[in-house]
């Protein structure tokens, strides 16, 4: 459980001090045999001075635009609004200004609406701007488009086959919405069984479901750190872990991503220093790590960060967003795919809006923790419980997952991505693109850099009739701008090659290599 213990924790301060100096905690002998690749290239030198080049170029263009606004030489979009804006007369909102004179060239990179399943070929709602990307309108056609964008993983985001039917059942028997609180009268027979599947599918005692994902840590961390404790965060973890952690009153330290130097250098000093001013120790040390990074496509050193957790016994909190389903042998995350025991991880999270073609997540946990967010999480006490529906659908595929159906679908699948993921990777590679992450990561991250090679790779895959997420700052690093590829399992080798040999023709094209 999660509840303090002063007295190990001051224990542990004096024991503390007698390891400052001493070694990591992993000698050779103690990792994994065989680690898999991770790729994280420096930009190159030449490619590094052209776009921060770039970024200074739109900018000096954007505050003469700005000027030309301002004194009505130049009227476009909202000119008008504007002008009257406080902020803007005064040219101190930066954030502001970055969209309207370099975000909004590009805006059409985004947001693009789609008005069909998310599956392998989704259509994309085709639509113009007549006044430089200020605004939108649609033609009224679509483009059927090969799909590298969703989080489809292991393919179950259908509207046809068993998982889709179950669900239409589950409608006309639950309706398409549960409109109350877990508390008062939304909570549902297929909910507890959902747990039930869930907490055995992962391996822990108990688990709790969540109607959103994103609140699932925004909402639930607040619940279980507090003012006096200390979260030691990846300085890579996702927007919904950093807003839990504000949100729960705690100190927030960091160390760099996937490096277990930095982290227990984190650790001995937080135990040696204690609370700020009061030099106490602290009432909790959660540690905070995700399974597989969406925007890196790294996988995190579990067995690695969890010899630490128990050294400097910590909690450890895991968000298994992107890898549940999507990693490991049957699909069980990143535990399994270390070989680490489950019970070694205090707090398993994850999402059904990716490997289970669903929304909401959950918490899996003992009991006693399970027990303490029923009663204590924002989200049960004023969120509106998952749907009847799609509590049915996360079942259908994790029945399926499990090899539960009497068929071995789930494996196929989990198989599938794998391949998939190895051999578009290695193929990438092979073509000289510059890739970030894991070999087993189903996310494959190709660096671009320049803002105008990033509207450029988009806009000619769209052409193409590929779609594809583009990430640039201050989603990423300024020098690291990407698109982000998600395969699925979905996909057939046919598919990916057809995607590879535009992808390197539009490389080639925007000198990408």
């Keep these: 459980n999660l509840k303090s213990d002063p007295r190990e924790l001051e224990e542990m301060g004096g024991e503390a001090e007698r390891l400052v100096g001493k070694t990591s905690c992993f000698p050779p002998r103690q990792r994994p045999k065989k680690l898999p690749k991770e790729r994280y290239p420096e930009p190159p030198l030449i490619r590094a001075i052209l776009t921060y080049l770039s970024y200074a170029i739109l900018i000096v263009f954007g505050h003469i635009n700005d000027y030309l606004r301002k004194i009505g030489l130049r009227?476009?979009?909202?000119?008008?609004?504007?002008?009257?804006?406080?902020?803007?007369?005064?040219?101190?909102?930066?954030?502001?200004?970055?969209?309207?004179?370099?975000y909004r060239r590009i805006r059409d990179l985004w947001n693009r609406p789609i008005g069909s399943t998310p599956g392998a070929y989704f259509d994309i709602v085709d639509r113009v701007s007549d006044d430089h990307n200020w605004t939108f309108r649609h033609t009224g056609g679509t483009t059927r488009c090969l799909n590298l964008g969703s989080y489809n993983y292991l393919g179950f985001a259908e509207s046809t086959g068993p998982c889709a039917d179950a669900a239409m059942e589950a409608t006309y028997k639950y309706g398409a919405g549960?409109?109350?609180?877990?508390?008062?009268?939304?909570?549902?027979?297929?909910?507890?069984?959902?747990?039930?599947?869930?907490?055995?599918f992962v391996g822990k005692p108990a688990a709790i479901i969540f109607g959103m994902g994103f609140a699932t840590n925004s909402m639930n961390i607040p619940a279980l750190v507090g003012k006096g404790s200390l979260i030691v965060s990846d300085a890579l973890n996702h927007s919904s872990l950093i807003t839990g952690a504000r949100l729960s009153g705690s100190t927030i330290r960091t160390f760099r991503h996937n490096d277990m130097r930095s982290l227990e250098n984190v650790l001995r000093q937080a135990i040696v220093t204690g609370q700020p001013r009061t030099h106490r120790p602290w009432k909790k040390i959660l540690i905070m790590v995700e399974g597989v990074y969406s925007m890196e496509g790294?996988?995190?050193?579990?067995?690695e960060v969890v010899a630490l957790k128990k050294k400097y016994k910590a909690y450890l909190f895991l968000d298994e967003a992107h890898s549940i389903g999507a990693v490991g042998r049957t699909g069980r995350g990143v535990s399994e795919y270390w070989g680490v025991d489950p019970s070694d991880v205090d707090i398993m999270m994850g999402t059904f809006t990716k490997s289970f073609g669903a929304c909401g997540g959950y918490i899996a946990a003992d009991h006693e923790i399970i027990n303490h967010l029923r009663q204590h999480s924002h989200t049960t006490t004023y969120g509106t419980s998952m749907s009847g529906p799609v509590a049915q659908q996360i079942i259908s595929s994790l029945t399926i997952i499990m090899g539960e159906d009497g068929t071995n679908e789930g494996e196929r699948r989990i198989n599938q991505l794998l391949d998939n993921s190895r051999y578009f990777r290695k193929r990438l590679n092979e073509m000289g693109f510059i890739l970030y992450g894991n070999e087993d990561s189903p996310v494959v991250p190709i660096l671009i850099y320049e803002p105008g090679k990033l509207s450029e790779f988009s806009r000619e895959l769209l052409k193409r009739k590929i779609g594809v997420v583009v990430v640039g700052f201050p989603a990423t690093s300024i020098v690291e701008s990407r698109a982000r590829i998600?395969?699925?399992?979905?996909?057939?080798r046919e598919m990916l090659d057809f995607a590879l040999k535009e992808i390197d023709e539009v490389g080639k094209l925007a000198f990408m290599k």
């Design 75 to 102: 009227k476009e979009g909202y000119t008008d609004q504007l002008k009257n804006d406080d902020l803007f007369k005064m040219g101190l909102d930066f954030e502001r200004f970055y969209t309207r004179n370099v």
């Design 486 to 492: 998600c395969l699925s399992a979905s996909h057939t």
């Design 298 to 303: 790294s996988v995190s050193k579990l067995e």
């Design 178 to 200: 549960c409109p109350s609180t877990r508390k008062n009268f939304g909570l549902l027979d297929i909910h507890k069984k959902l747990e039930e599947q869930l907490a055995r």
